[in-house]
């Protein structure tokens, strides 16, 4: 038999809650940055989303552990830019990067395949279809070469300081950067400008799709600027190869290269470099970016540039000390996707392991690029098929959409629970207050611990979780009245539709449960926001019902005051009315069957 309404004792529940509530406040307000605010995402503050298109060499599709692993380095590369609420998805053969804030600008870059080597060069042209630049280099000196230059090798002191070995003190400051004033090319291999202004035979692809056509682009440019008989046998280069790969070749700012992260390192390589001013001829790759241990940036105050340090692993160490050593006054490239990032000049033999990489970098260039090669190169070269911007004034707009939403909801439920169930509905409104305010700590907290961002999909689900909230509490007032229905009084009838109604309402926000996990599990992105608010609402709603809700409603059927106890006040009056005449009627049904 149920217990009856006196044994509850609905303080200490009303207790343990708010201790619950005071608790978490306490933390909302005594930890983080001690504002009452929930992390928001990218669709309530706006934010950067970049979808990046996989490109296969042969146009294939790529392979689903690739993508994964692709998947993997951004997601390292997103979390070292140190914004909270950030996202990596896959989505088919895309990834998709979601940054929350103003900081999104630099997801643009993550989709770099970050794909480093390092050639040597054998010969460089200068490039006659960019624009001037402000020191424009000299006429080429006329005189053929067959190998990498020498005399006309960039001066040792336009780049890092020669005074230091390049075994011990500042790392590469062996390495001197190569300046535009002074081309290390002779006129044999530069193309002349009616070759160089034609348009390259196989444009680069716009959308970065992966089909024949994009697969087509690749492998022509590849047999162009990858030919292995570019160099001879005797390392010298084939001028009639060279000039026409660097004819095809077009260094420009906006040009589209379809080699961009496709190059094979055992070929010999003709790419761009020096911000577009320079084509370069490269020997195949001779030490990989895999052998690269950290990579950091730094202000070089001698020369005044930012520059990205880099230390290698032990077999990097000695691969690149052998090198510098064998090739003291020739130039090593520095390979970047395809694109040569710096070519300096080899002063002197570098086996500490550590150099640097020059290129007229910003600050925020540099540090990008150090980021991006700390992290590791991409299996899988990306086209920036997408990048879409969400201004504040768009999130915020969004954000009140969503609060008038909610506003909306709860007034209607506010109505109907008045109307129906009077200072029932009063306990309900009280119940969905203290709901909304716990739920509300929740969601700030989870911001701060787990990094939880709401966006529209989250709010979606908690104003769906009012409906269950109140639907609880419908059902339990339902079973008051079946309860009343039957003959018994509003005090009596409180144990015992609580008794039966709990089972009810475990069962509804059991299977509600059930569905938001489900969706949390096989969804992604913003479905996942739904699901995750859903569920932690339906969970916070048995929390509320049985610590708040039935304790308030048993107080109220032992209140002596005779307005809160009047069913007439409750939404009571006509089932108790209907109890009675059914109550009345079985006794008089008793009654005749006795007298009988």
Known sequence: MAASAGHLRPGRYLALFAL????????????????????????????????????????????????????QIIERRVNGIGVGGTEVLLDGNNVVITVPGEQGDQAK??????????????SAATQPVVPPQTNPPPPATGAPTSGAPTSGAPAATSGAPTSKPGGGG?????????????????????????ASSQAPATPAPSDGSVDAETAKEIQ????????????????QPNQELVSKAMAALTCAPNAKDPLEGNDDPKLPLVACGD???????????????????????????????????????????????????????????????????SAPNIQV???????????????????????????????????????????????????????????????????????????????????????????FAVLVLLGRWIGYTLDLAGIAGLIIAIGITADSFVIYFERLKDEIREGRTFRSAVPRGWVRARRTILA??????????????????????????????????????YLVTHPLVAMVSTSKNAFLSNPRNLGLGAVQQLGSQRKKSASVGRANVKEA
């Open 220 to 235: 022509a440019a590849k047999a162009l600027r990858q030919n292995p008989q570019l160099i001879g046998a005797d390392g």
């Open 109 to 122: 870059s993550l989709g770099k395949t970050a794909k480093l080597g390092f050639r040597k060069v054998v």
């Open 508 to 545: 509804s926000d059991g299977v509600s449960f059930l569905a938001a996990a489900i969706l949390y599990v096989i969804a992604v992105g913003d479905v996942q926001g739904f699901a995750f608010t859903l569920g932690m609402s339906t969970v916070l709603d048995l929390v509320v019902v």
């Open 275 to 341: 911000h577009d001013t320079y084509k370069y001829l490269m020997e195949p790759e001779f030490l990989p970016g895999t052998e690269i241990a950290d990579a950091n940036s730094s202000y070089n105050s001698q020369n005044g540039q930012w520059v990205v340090n880099l230390s290698f692993k032990s077999e990097g160490t000695k691969i690149w000390a052998d090198f510098t050593t064998k090739n003291v006054n020739q130039q090593a490239a520095f390979v970047l996707d395809t694109q040569v990032v």
């Open 349 to 439: 033999a570098i086996v500490d392991g550590n150099t640097q990489i020059t290129g007229k970098f910003t600050q925020a260039e540099a540090k990008d690029l150090a980021d991006i090669l700390k992290y590791g190169s991409l299996p899988l070269s990306f086209a920036s098929s997408d990048a879409t911007t969400v201004s504040a004034t768009l999130g915020f707009a969004s954000l009140q959409a969503g609060l008038i939403a909610g506003g909306i909801g709860l007034l209607v439920v506010f109505v109907y629970c008045l109307f129906y169930y009077r200072l029932l509905g009063v306990l309900t409104i009280l119940s969905l207050a203290l709901s909304g305010a716990l739920v």
């Open 20 to 71: 619950i509530v005071i608790v978490l406040y306490a933390l909302v307000f005594l930890t983080g940055n001690h504002k009452p605010a929930p992390k928001l995402g990218i669709d309530l503050q706006g934010g950067t989303r970049v979808t990046l298109t996989a490109r296969t060499p042969d146009g294939g599709q790529p392979t689903r552990e690739s993508l994964n692993q692709a998947r």
């Open 170 to 194: 500042t790392p590469g400051a062996a390495l001197a950067q190569q300046q535009s004033t002074t081309p290390a090319a002779p006129s044999s291999s530069t193309p002349p400008p009616s």
